[in-house]
């Protein structure tokens, strides 16, 4: 597995995207309760909470600084999932089989192994929207 690189806002909607584009998925995101909860802006993807699911009644927060509370990473890095929910995509494949890449929208192919490393890097730097230097360099504080 590769360090991490900077990642940003855009690169996890690219990963989920290409997570549930992938052709050897045994559902389709699409049939979901949550649907592709990640076509959102940063600000509803980073503030607001996983829609049509819930833990025990109460409303899941998409993101969470810590991997380990970050109900959109432990859905796709945890065997058991996050609260009552399995480990996603249902039915796999997931990023943390052996083997696991996807294509991403840029032609790039990717990891699960760096998927996973990219995700809590961006949970763990600050959750940046954008580049540095860029028009609009968004972080949460």
Known sequence: MAPAKRVVFSDIQMYLEAIANNPNDKRNVDNSGHGRFWNVSYAQFTTGTIPNEDCNGAAIPIVDRDPAKCSFYQALKAKQGWCKLGQMPQGGPYITDPGYSVKLSNGTVISGADIDANIVWWL????????VGTEKDTNLS
């Open 124 to 131: 763990t730097n600050n959750i940046p929207e954008k580049e």
